[in-house]
């Protein structure tokens, strides 16, 4: 294993000017860690859910004016993609690191799930750590803590999953740049495998019934 954990570089280079210079430095500071843990987690997820899963850098091949101001590795049970798919996602923002369980707005299932989630909106809300955090779009660091919400809450987001077209819903943990660095590795590896077993349930949920 060749991780050994997040530095201030990693979370500064969302600070560097321009797209080819960030994404030069993206390419070349933070996606083999980002690599490292995409071979670390596929055969734990795997393990924890039952499904294969596979792994996913983020390219960001479709740019060409707006710099990331974010990249991650992503876990689905497909080799060739997953952003239709229930998933899993480790990343970073200049603030702060993720640990997501994601559904986004690509799913095309999202109706069914949504539906789900609100059947289980009662075991989910208990089930969820308090310091856990949800968002409803991929795209802004902005989240919402689990312990701040009511279950009314929670059921209005599950039942804008079936509701609105580009809904997204993602759960899971929020570290904070401070604590990410600060973090040595096996304790930082601790906290992706225990924000993933958490958040298995909702995979399972969606995937399978």
């Not at 933070?30 to 795997?46: D, H, N, Q, W, Y």
């Not at 792994?55 to 049970?77: E, I, L």
């Not at 312990?147 to 929670?154: A, I, R």
């Amino acid at each position: 294993m060749d991780f050994k954990g997040f530095t201030k570089d990693d979370f500064d280079t969302f600070l560097i000017e321009g797209l080819e210079p960030r994404m030069e430095a993206i390419k070349g500071v933070v996606r083999p860690k980002l690599e490292s843990l995409g071979a670390i987690f596929a055969p734990t997820l795997t393990a924890i859910t039952g499904d294969e899963m596979f792994f996913h850098v983020a390219k960001h091949a479709r740019r060409t004016t707006n710099a990331p101001n974010d990249t991650w590795v992503a876990f689905a049970s497909n080799p060739r993609g997953y952003k239709m798919l229930s998933h899993f996602q480790i990343g970073l923002w200049h603030t702060h690191l993720f640990i997501w369980f994601a559904i986004i707005y690509e799913a095309p299932n999202k109706v069914e799930i949504g539906a789900r989630f609100a059947d289980s909106v009662n075991k989910i809300y208990n089930e969820i750590p308090k310091d856990f955090v949800w968002s409803l779009d991929h795209t802004k660091p902005e989240s919402i803590q689990h312990e701040t919400m009511s279950k009314n809450d929670l059921l209005a987001h599950f039942e804008r999953l079936q509701t609105i077209k580009k809904a997204e819903i993602l759960c899971g943990l929020s570290i904070s740049r401070e604590e990410a660095i600060k973090l040595d590795t096996n304790k930082l590896l601790e906290k992706i495998k225990y924000a993933f077993t958490k958040t298995a349930p909702l995979y399972k949920l969606a995937v399978h019934g």
